[in-house]
């Protein structure tokens, strides 16, 4: 016998009813009690860097808390975007797939929600290259009304061990100056500004990337989100695209004031390799970027592995800088390419929230 529910068991919930009922997997408050500070974990990022920690986060709490970029304009989310005018669901998929656990049922939900249709004779028309995972997020925030609720519900359904917010309510543009030869960690002399580029998907294949910012530069950081990072014992920054990843959480005001002003320790993790829009960048620089567009910032551990440091010394001077201590270990898949593994960086996490904790 089957052990999913059958469809006539499964409670049909009026819409009406949605603000009375909360989807989200959250612990009985005396089952806290035995867990660590890892459990309150707020991860910020987009796309797979953002996917690479949460799902190493899964593994050391039944709670985690994603904040996600809302910036993507290419592929399936920037159709969507487009056409429907909606959040690009793009990276809030994936961060879902990324807390689905290692049972049969979160496994085959992960595949169903990254499953991707593909129509040669007709691409980038009707279900060609669109995600099956952004659909389902789409459909909910039409019947719901509200992205956050549609999140929810899309968690309960995965069975995620954890919450996806947005970074904002509202779709944001990201933009950057193409500066050649310039210092990205300082700003850029007029001169030296070439071209303007616009958009997620065409700013991260740029190198000489300065000046990065969002549009609108006012817009509202998601109150929920705002609301997990004050009361997180952890916040976790990267790994992932530099510029359009992870700066643009310290580039939105509202989320800026509450990684900055939040009593949790702040932990970033580096990446392990150079992508095109920061070719031009040490892997400490990558530290002094972030210290650049938020010179308020504090971090408590850098996490990075010595193979992709081309200067161990030089990390540990910028990461001094921001108060922090760097915290060396080997990331890197089994094969060795420049993708992290889970485990490994699951361990690392674990070791480093027990001794700063």
């Known amino acids: 016998m089957s052990n999913f529910p059958s469809t006539g068991a499964l409670p049909r919930l009026p819409l009406s009813t949605r603000r009375d009922v909360d989807p989200y997997h959250s612990l009985d408050p005396a089952a806290r009690e035995g867990l660590t500070d890892a459990d309150s974990v707020v991860a910020l990022g987009g796309g797979h860097g953002l996917s690479a920690s949460l ?40 961060a879902l797939a990324a807390l689905c656990d290692d049972s049969q049922w979160g496994r085959t939900w992960r595949d169903v929600m990254q499953h991707r249709f593909s129509d040669a004779e007709h691409p980038n028309e009707g279900l060609d290259n669109h995600a099956l995972g952004n659909l389902l997020i789409v459909t909910l925030w039409e019947l719901l009304e509200d992205p956050v609720d549609g999140l929810r519900w899309a968690g309960a359904l995965l069975g995620a061990r954890g919450q996806v917010l947005p970074m904002s309510r509202e779709p944001l543009v990201i933009e950057g100056d193409i500066a050649p030869n310039s210092d990205p960690t300082k700003p850029c002399p007029p001169e030296l500004i070439t071209r303007t580029v616009t958009g997620q998907s065409l700013l991260a294949k740029q190198a000489d990337v300065c000046n990065v910012r969002i549009n609108p530069h006012d817009a509202q950081a998601c109150p929920e989100a705002v609301e997990a990072i004050d009361q997180a014992a952890w916040v976790v920054l990267g790994p992932g695209s530099w510029h359009t990843s992870v700066l643009p959480h310290l580039l939105l005001p509202g989320l800026r004031d509450a990684i900055c002003k939040s009593p949790a320790k702040r932990l970033v993790t580096l990446n392990l390799s150079r992508d095109s829009e920061t070719l031009g960048m040490s892997t400490g620089d990558h530290l002094r970027v972030l210290a650049r567009y938020a010179p308020e910032l504090r971090l408590d551990a850098v996490l990075a592995d010595p193979t992709a440091a081309e200067s161990p010394h030089d990390v540990e001077m910028a990461a001094a800088q921001l108060g922090a201590k760097v915290h060396w270990a080997d990331l890197r898949d089994n094969d060795g390419s420049a993708v992290h593994n889970h485990f490994k960086l699951a361990a690392a996490y674990q070791k480093i929230m027990k001794a700063d904790g």
């Not at 593994?59 to 159709?79: F, H, K, Q």
């Open 55 to 94: 799902s190493a986060l899964r593994l050391l709490a039944p709670a985690v808390t994603a904040v996600v970029t809302v910036a993507d304009d290419g592929g399936s989310s920037g159709r969507l975007r487009n056409e429907m005018d909606v959040l690009p669901p793009g990276d809030l998929r994936m």
